[in-house]
């Protein structure tokens, strides 16, 4: 048997890794250097023993801050299901917008049904849900796998071409945005809560319309049609319908004002990804031809670290990814200034050499005790390409001319497979703050959680979440080791400090940041309910013992469970996402 498990072992593995360097030859002659090993043993992509734990070891460490006093302590679970459609793509269209199979690692879905790499908010807005309310917000993280080196089976991969066409269709479609008004709202007295809801869908309602109206007539009129035919007119419905929410609420608490500046809307000629820093909940300028700089993964290429290079190694990857982001932003800083060679005099070169220099710390650092790694400094030199790169991590490989490989037939990609562990349960529950009330969150909201990359970008934005059914208490960064009749457990806690403006931000980061120990957000952020998602699953006692579990992750973290993440997209129907505030804010505990 143990000899039959590894022909079993290397037969698939060769197999996933031959269809990689096939892809990547077909791409353009990349050049590429595979190692097979030796063909008696197993490829090494399990994860590193090292990183199981027994939660019996793990201190207790998650405890709540204390609530002040006119704390929101309400709570609202949306029941999204498990997934049972399989709903999984190596795609992350909030943090890496428009670069198909991106992740290198396979999502699990809730909620949105046409979740994908191409997915803006437009095709989010118009798709179904697994959400039984109508939330049609997208909830998704890395599968977790039990891998036996047995030919584990999953479900075959569905194509996702559909809703890439459709996502591909709605973005090259102009839309009409409009500023939120949920978020806007103060707090709403009981007595008023079905007129405001019925007037929010209202609004939802106006929109779509509107949208509808604008493409059916595409073409039709002189220079101002759109705006007299159909922003005009949306405007006065709208002014209308807000002053009657106004009105409602005042009847019986102070009649809030200002709102009827909320009620102008404007065309955007695409519907935006989210990839883009987005005013009011309106979308984010731009869309899926929004150019990045990308820059060739420097972490893949390093030989083995010593233990004495390694902090200086790390802060170095973290300054490359620093660097980078800065560089990004200075191209949409400086867009349209300068002439033709603008970019490569004034970003791409001094990138260049700043890039160099930090290598070549890198690399003196290692060489100190170890052999100086050679040629690194190839990799210096970036590039500028349409949404390149992977997600904000900071490299990626070279850039985004080359195709990345999607799932085999078995939803296998490359150093991740294995059997997908479906979870036995998924809970989505918004929790208020500590420190006072609530505000609503925009639609089209992007937050996420934990970071997919810490071998480069370092810790800072790692989120210990792994424990076991009745150890909440205690979180670890490690897989946890359950005693007999407790499950693996993924807590997932999300930011929660709003910045008031922008549905999402260049690093995808600082719109929306964790509040302080105490639970309080900082100057200029404001409180919005803070979204926990819990996964359990159904792993066997003797599987986790023998460390045969384990979560999709890059190839470059090798499985390591400091690498869990988990993204949002808030597209709730403004009704919605104002009984969710409202129940919160009135310390009720709600399922929806």
């Not at 991106?102 to 959400?131: I, P």
């Not at 066409?165 to 709403?188: F, N, R, W």
């Not at 009745?470 to 946890?480: A, I, M, Q, S, V």
């Amino acid at each position: 048997m143990p000899g039959n498990t590894g022909r079993h072992r290397i037969s698939r593995r060769t197999k996933i890794a031959t269809g990689v360097l096939a892809l990547a030859v077909a791409a353009g002659g990349i050049a590429i250097s595979t190692t097979f090993g030796d063909p008696g043993s197993a490829s090494a992509d399990e994860a590193d023993p090292a990183l199981y734990i027994d939660i019996l070891k793990v201190a207790p460490n998650n405890a709540e801050p204390a609530n002040s006093r006119g704390a929101s302590t309400g709570t609202f679970t949306v029941d999204c299901g498990r997934n049972e459609n399989g709903h999984f793509n190596p795609d992350n269209f909030v943090a890496q917008p428009g670069i198909r199979n991106g992740a290198q690692h396979l999502h699990d879905y809730v909620g949105n049904l046409s979740s994908n790499a191409d997915s803006n908010n437009k095709s989010l807005d118009a798709a179904g849900t697994t959400c039984k309310n109508g939330d049609k917000s997208a909830y998704f993280w890395p599968v977790v796998r039990i891998d036996t080196g047995e030919e584990e089976k999953n479900p075959p991969a569905k194509s996702p071409d559909g809703d890439r066409d459709e996502a591909a269709q709605a973005g090259a479609t102009p839309v009409i945005a409009c500023p939120d008004v949920a978020s806007k709202l103060p707090d709403v007295p009981d007595s008023a809560m079905a007129e405001v809801n019925r007037n929010l869908e209202l609004l939802d309602t106006q929109i779509d319309e509107a949208n509808k109206r604008l493409i059916s007539t595409q073409g039709q009129g002189g220079p101002n049609f759109v705006q007299n035919a159909i922003l005009g007119p949306l405007k006065d419905k709208r002014v209308a319908t807000i002053d009657r929410m106004a009105i409602a609420i005042g009847r019986t608490a102070a009649k809030p004002q200002g709102l009827g500046a909320l009620a102008p809307c404007a065309l955007k000629e695409q519907a935006g990804t989210g990839g883009n820093p987005a005013s009011n909940g309106g979308g984010a300028p731009g869309g899926a031809a929004a150019q990045q700089i990308t820059c060739p993964d420097v972490a893949g290429k390093l030989p083995a670290v010593p233990a004495s290079a390694k902090a200086e190694v790390d802060r170095n990857l973290q300054l490359l990814n620093t660097q980078l982001q800065e560089a990004n932003k200075r191209l949409v800083d400086t867009q349209g200034q300068g002439g033709p060679n603008f970019v490569q005099n004034a970003i791409l070169g001094p990138l260049k050499d700043k890039r160099v220099a930090t290598i070549d710390r890198m690399a003196i650092a290692i060489g100190r005790t170890a052999a100086k790694p050679q040629g690194l400094d190839a990799l210096a030199p970036c590039t500028l390409g349409a949404q390149a790169g992977n997600g904000g991590n900071g490299q990626n490989n070279g850039g985004a001319a080359q195709p990345l490989p999607g799932p085999d037939a078995n939803n296998e990609l490359p150093e991740n497979d294995g059997e997908i562990q479906r979870p036995a349960k998924v809970g989505i529950t918004f929790h208020g703050s500590p420190a006072g009330p609530v505000t609503a969150m925009p639609k089209f909201l992007r937050v996420l959680t934990g970071d997919a990359k810490p071998s480069i970008n370092g810790t800072k934005n790692t989120r210990a979440a792994w424990t076991c059914t009745g150890f909440e208490n205690r979180l670890t960064d490690k897989y946890p080791i359950c005693p007999e009749g407790s499950k693996v457990e993924r807590i997932h806690t999300f930011p929660s400090c709003w910045d008031g403006k922008n549905t999402d931000s260049a690093n995808h980061r600082t719109h929306i940041v964790f509040p302080d120990k105490n639970g309080r957000c900082g100057a200029g952020f404001k409180a919005v309910p803070q979204l926990r998602i819990s996964l359990v699953y159904d792993i066997p006692h003797d599987i986790q013992v023998k460390k045969q579990y384990k979560v999709d992750s890059f190839p470059t973290e090798k499985h390591n469970p400091l690498s869990d993440h988990d993204d949002f997209a808030n597209v709730m129907s403004q009704s919605i996402m104002n009984q969710l505030v409202n129940c919160i804010n009135r310390n009720k505990t709600c399922n929806a």
